[in-house]
């Protein structure tokens, strides 16, 4: 097997992921990166079969990534959004 190579540390996130629920386009983020949310807080509305969809965070945590842009179309168990505890 060939080595790993190491990814640069900007893409290495540990946490708790956030995982679209169905598969959808992100309307807009309501946190950004290092932001505190708590269990429950809304983190980003997700529109699919023309509804708006508030996705919110399953832990109390910090945000420490956001995987997509406002406008990506994402596919259902895609990673939405990191926290770590």
Avoid: H, W
Avoid at 16 to 34: H, W
């Amino acid at each position: 097997k060939a080595e790993e190579k190491k990814a640069p540390p900007t893409a290495v996130v540990e946490g708790t992921k956030v995982l679209a629920p169905m598969p959808g386009m992100i309307i807009r983020y309501l946190v950004n990166v290092e932001a505190k949310v708590k269990a429950g807080d809304p983190l980003l509305i997700l529109e699919a079969m023309k509804m708006q969809n508030t996705i919110s965070a399953p832990i109390d945590g910090t945000i420490v990534a956001i995987k997509f842009e406002t406008g990506a179309s994402v596919a259902r168990n895609d990673v939405l959004a990191v926290i770590a505890p």
